[in-house]
């Protein structure tokens, strides 16, 4: 019998998952691996969060909820935007998702149509990249060549091209942990709006920023589209929740489509994310760790031959220039996995252009792994 294939499924890999699955691969043959290729939090979600999840389980009954999420998670997450960011939002504008992952593509399926124009910058997440494409939106990379971060310029040069219908940018972002400056995010949003481009904003990586408060794109209009996420700085990956801050006019749209793709997030990770927001003592603990192992890599890499690309000024990744060591970062990677036991992201992932000359090293890990990294390759590289 013929299978049928679609081109959907023609999107590049996401080589980082790759990389952890060879990783998993050779730890369970009883190699020593230490793996700095995934964004994911070596802690577990936090105590409180755990014990919400268990009391459920002994109550038994976890089933559908309403599809926009759980009400007294809405309002705890309303409540956080007043108190983090002293901005109010009605909790009837929260979406609460799968992951980030359900939210991107919640957002693109309510406010694109297939051939619609979108600009990301490059390097940038390269599941923006892959669910655009399958989804028929035409992705325009943006060229960084240097530059911290995606601005109002990228935007309007992009634009005079042909017109966009959207932008999507991340501060902090992945993979550079660069953040936006407030004066620059305003000019940004400002720009979109005046444009006529629409705005989704992804900060998944908020309270992971070391020198600088946080600032939501949501200080600059009402009209954008935020995404969020409890898996990173609230350890939760495994967990699969996350929420949209949207515009009036993109709730019941949103809803529509959630209800046929996904009903609801699931009702025990809601449950237990209402309790995150309590538990600031402890995640505040596992960011000083992180902020111990940003400084030790902004040390020692450079020391290496991996000159930083980017400024570490949030999240928990080092974005770095390997050319001084060679220009296929994806053999490199590998073979400092096989050899060294060592596992970083290869740049292809984030830059299909220029991602031969990059890696990204994740350091969200243990402060001892990160040190016994370092010094693996440095042995491994002689």
């Known amino acids: 019998m013929a299978v049928s294939l679609s081109r959907r499924g ?22 020593d691996v230490i793996s700095m290729a995934v964004g994911q939090p070596s802690d577990p979600a936090p105590a409180a969060v755990r014990a919400a999840a268990a009391e459920a389980l002994k109550r038994g009954r976890i089933g559908y909820t309403d599809t926009l999420g759980l009400p007294g998670l809405r309002a705890a997450i309303a409540a956080h935007y007043s108190e983090h960011y002293g901005i109010e939002v009605p909790a ?72 966009l219908a959207g932008v999507l940018f ?90 046929s793709l996904y009903i609801s997030a699931p009702e025990l990770s809601q449950v237990a994310a209402v309790e995150a927001f309590g538990a600031t003592a402890e995640l505040e603990a596992v960011k000083a760790r992180y902020a111990a192992n940003r400084e030790l890599l902004a040390r020692r890499l450079p020391e290496l031959g991996f000159a930083l690309a980017a400024p570490m000024d949030g999240a928990f990744y080092a974005f770095c220039d390997v050319t001084r060591l060679t220009n296929d970062s994806m053999g490199f990677a590998r073979r400092m996995l096989a050899e060294a036991h060592v596992a970083a992201t290869p740049g292809r992932d984030f830059d299909p252009q220029r991602g031969h000359r990059t890696m990204r090293f994740s350091y969200a890990g243990r402060t001892d792994e990160m040190a016994e990294a370092m010094n693996r390759i440095e042995r491994w590289l002689g």
């Not at 305003?186 to 979109?192: D, G, M, N």
């Not at 009209?223 to 515009?247: A, H």
């Open 10 to 31: 023609e999107v590049e890999p996401f080589h980082a998952m790759d990389v952890l699955a060879e990783a998993n691969r050779l730890s369970a043959g009883g190699a």
């Open 92 to 163: 009837a504008r929260i979406a609460v998702t799968t992951g980030s992952s359900a939210a991107f593509n919640l957002a693109f399926l309510a406010m694109f149509d297939a051939g619609d124009r979108v600009a990301i910058a490059a390097p940038g997440y390269p599941a923006y990249r892959n669910i655009m494409t399958a989804l028929g939106i035409e992705v325009v990379e943006i060229e960084l060549e240097g530059e911290a971060w995606l601005h109002a310029g990228h935007l309007e040069a992009a634009h005079r091209e042909r017109p």
């Open 170 to 259: 991340a501060s902090p972002a992945n993979p550079t942990g660069a953040v936006v400056p407030p004066d620059e995010l305003k000019t940004l949003v400002e720009t979109a709006q005046r444009l006529g481009i629409a705005v989704i904003s992804d900060e998944i990586y908020h309270r992971l920023a070391y020198g600088a408060p946080d600032t939501t794109a949501l200080a600059y209009s009402k009209d954008v589209t935020v995404i969020n996420s409890f898996s990173k700085y609230y350890c939760m990956t495994g967990w699969r929740i996350g929420w949209m801050v949207l515009p009036e006019t993109l709730v019941r749209p949103v809803e529509r489509i959630s209800q």
